[in-house]
């Protein structure tokens, strides 16, 4: 039988997505298939992306990253979690810690235990009963121990990273360019489709250069060259639920030691990120054009820098939603090609590195099998639509109306699964995870408790267990937790000792 292998695959694009599908593809497919990558230094890449959630340690650890190289080559810093300011009502601060919160006890997971004691007045606020948050709010920061018994919370810390996007790029195109991906600078300027399939054929660069091949990645960005403007695969817009449509950002010189978390603080027409890095801060804020104006935007978050702007503010503009399809006849399009939701939970790099890994495992060979194309647009577009309500739930769960952003989000409709999720939380602490979709229990349940939405009821199971043993069961979480976070260093400490960056 002849060889029906995909031995040719042709990346456009060089930011972010661009250089992770390269090294992925590159350390997994080997030197049989050719990968050749083309960006434009005219062009650049969007340049901002520098939060991440812990499922980055998992791509590192396929590509056999070194994490400490990583984040010395990175200027990085640490993540635990997500501090919300001034998202349910002004005043507000509530941590989005990743990582478990106490343990499951019988059928119940742990926050149902607490809900009866919390109700009782007799157990602390939730967080702290996660390593994550209390450790969070003190500064404090430790990858997992190896030398603690195996169900100690400091045996396996769920963190992230913050790292500097620019050199994110590089440290991947040199990664990938060792692996023998070939760089190809240069615009493409038309895109050939083949008859009578329509699949793309070649790209042309202003050169004059052709490139053919079997695969096309299309990672260039917003605009969508491939997948797009030659595919006109169309595009599905969220604007009405997510109705931020730009942000301004800038960096900022650091002000004291870097936090172990990103910050999101909520302002009059949307929100502006802080993400600590070893040798700046960066900011930017996200917001809803139709309720502020750019120079009013760019004054809020000017006048919110902790320290000296280190750059002139820069703006982008974006639509938030999803391509119709993700992967169109021998097109697969991932990062800001694919589709776009603002960074509030810092999924786009998630999102680009598990459409990387549908797409090895479901690897067409020469024939584009129909199936694995539906099954993966299938599955990609259900986890946008997932995030998607995550995202949406931080807007509609808010009791702020001192705005007309705000009025706007708190009166809005809410797309059903999303009123569904709500509803049982409300009713009785429940919540079920959806198939394969990105965000746990305790992921929902934090931003729920945070943004005030308290169950009526706590699960009738609990009063199966003496009130005594609930007690003692909430009172030992939260103190091994408290225990926990005393032993641990201090993030800044922590960088000092093992991954400090020499200076840029
Ligand atoms: C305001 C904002 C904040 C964000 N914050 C976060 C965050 O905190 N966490 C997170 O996970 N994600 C975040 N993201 C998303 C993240 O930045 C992107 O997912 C990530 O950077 C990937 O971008 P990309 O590689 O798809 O596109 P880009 O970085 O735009 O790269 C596009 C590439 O295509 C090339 N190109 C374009 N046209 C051509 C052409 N004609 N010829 C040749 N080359 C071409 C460009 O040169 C460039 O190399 C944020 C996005 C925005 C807009």
Not at 2 to 31: E, F, H, Q
Request: one cysteine or more.
């Amino acid at each position: 039988m002849a060889d029906r292998r995909i031995r040719n695959i042709v990346i456009v694009g060089g930011g972010t997505a661009g250089w992770m599908a390269a090294s992925a593809l590159a350390k997994v497919l080997g030197p049989g298939c050719s990968i050749r990558l083309v960006e434009s230094e005219e062009i650049g890449i969007v340049g901002v992306g520098e939060a991440t959630v812990p499922h980055l340690k998992l791509f590192n650890r396929v590509l056999e990253i070194d994490e400490i190289e990583f984040v010395k080559q990175t200027q990085g810093t640490f993540k635990l979690g997500i501090e919300f300011v001034d998202w349910g009502r002004l005043g507000d601060r509530y941590v989005h810690g990743f990582g478990t919160i106490g343990h499951d006890y019988g059928l119940l997971p742990f926050h149902q235990y607490w809900l009866k004691m919390f109700r009782a007045g007799k157990a602390a606020p939730i967080g702290q009963y996660s390593i994550n948050t209390l450790a969070a709010s003190r500064g404090k920061f430790m990858a997992s121990a190896t030398d603690v018994p195996a169900n100690s919370p400091l045996a396996n810390i769920a963190y992230a990273y913050h790292f500097d996007a620019g050199l994110y790029a590089r440290y991947l195109r040199r990664y990938a360019e060792a692996r023998g991906v070939k760089r190809m600078e240069g615009k493409v300027v038309n895109v050939t489709l083949r008859d009578p399939d329509g699949f793309i054929e070649a790209i042309r660069l202003q050169s004059g250069e052709t490139l053919s091949a079997d695969l096309f990645i299309d990672c260039s960005g917003f605009r969508g060259l491939l997948i797009e403007e030659a595919l006109h695969t169309g595009y599905e817009d969220w604007t009405h639920w997510l109705p931020c449509d730009r942000a301004i950002a800038v960096p900022c010189e650091n002000v004291g030691p870097p936090t172990p978390f990103t910050r999101s603080t909520a302002h009059a027409a949307g929100w502006q990120w802080r993400i600590p890095l070893q040798h700046r801060t960066g900011n930017g804020y996200v917001y809803s054009s139709g309720h502020i104006s750019d120079d009013q935007a760019a004054a809020t978050l000017m006048a919110h820098l902790d320290g000296r702007a280190l750059a002139e503010p820069r703006m982008l503009r974006f639509t938030t939603g999803m391509r119709k399809k993700f992967w169109n006849k021998n097109c697969v399009a991932l990062g800001l090609a694919g589709g776009f939701m603002e960074p509030l939970e810092s999924t786009s790099i998630y999102l680009i590195q598990s459409g990387i890994a549908r797409l090895i495992n479901l690897m067409p060979d020469l024939d584009f099998s129909p199936v694995l194309i539906d099954r993966y647009n299938a599955q990609a577009s259900f986890e946008f639509e997932r995030i998607r309500d995550f995202l949406i739930l931080h807007y509609c769960a808010t009791e702020r109306r001192d705005s007309s952003f705000w009025r706007y989000c708190s009166g809005m409709s809410i797309p059903e699964p999303l009123a569904e999720t709500i509803a049982l939380f409300k009713d009785s602490g429940r919540f079920f995870r959806n198939g394969e979709e990105m965000f746990a229990i305790t992921s929902w349940i934090q931003v729920m408790f945070g943004q005030h939405i308290m169950p009526q009821h706590y699960h009738p199971a609990v009063d199966l267990v003496p009130d005594h043993d609930v007690a003692g069961l909430v009172e030992s979480v939260r103190s091994v937790v408290a225990a926990c976070v005393e032993a641990m260093p201090m993030h800044a400490q922590f960088i000092a000792r093992h991954c400090a960056a020499a200076p840029p």
